[in-house]
């Protein structure tokens, strides 16, 4: 997604993408890519079902469920990398994972893992995400090492 919505924007683009689909309106075509990630997830259904009750909830840790937002939004971030091929190769490292497991949702899961762990190690020790992280981690997922030439980082691109 282009903007920087907030957690109950980016939760209500969900639940609205959900609701016209449901009620058959027309999507835009990021909507027609959300509703084929919330197809993707029956679990889910409910939660979307009901926004007056899950627009404000809180999945932490402690509570033993992954956030559901958050899971579908990384959908949503891996689908958007791979229309535009960024970071660079990541469409068909996705390939080839999805060829292996003949299973592209499975091969997003792997990915997502990936990108939680990029993330995650950014937003631990500082500054922004690490590109070779990400993509070194994808790689492994195939069995590959890490790529010869490093890639710059886009937070350390000079202008």
Same mark, same amino acid.
């Given at each position: ?19 016209? $689909?449901?009620?058959?309106?027309? #999507?835009?075509?990021?909507?027609? %890519?959300?509703?084929?990630?919330? !197809? &993707?997830? /029956? ?22 469920? $992954?956030?559901?937002?958050?899971? #579908?939004?990384?959908?949503?971030? %891996?689908?958007?990398?791979?229309? !535009? &091929?960024? /970071? ?41 995400? &690490? ?29």
């Amino acid at each position: 997604m282009l903007f920087n919505p907030s957690r109950q924007d980016a939760r209500r683009f969900f639940f609205d993408t959900w609701s016209k $689909s449901k009620s058959g309106q027309p #999507l835009s075509d990021l909507e027609q %890519i959300v509703l084929s990630i919330l !197809i &993707d997830h /029956p679990e889910y259904h409910p939660i979307l079902e009901n926004p007056e009750a899950f627009l404000e909830q809180e999945w932490t840790p402690d509570m033993g469920e $992954s956030n559901p937002f958050l899971h #579908l939004g990384l959908h949503v971030a %891996i689908a958007e990398q791979r229309s !535009i &091929d960024q /970071p660079f190769g990541i469409r068909a490292l996705y390939a080839q994972l999805a060829l292996r497991h003949g299973d592209e949702h499975r091969a997003q899961h792997e990915i997502m893992e990936c990108l939680g762990e990029m993330i995650w190690h950014a937003q631990r020790y500082g500054g922004g995400p &690490d590109v070779n992280r990400y993509i070194s981690c994808v790689r492994g997922k195939l069995g590959m090492g890490e790529e010869e030439q490093p890639r710059v980082n886009p937070n350390d691109a000079s202008d």
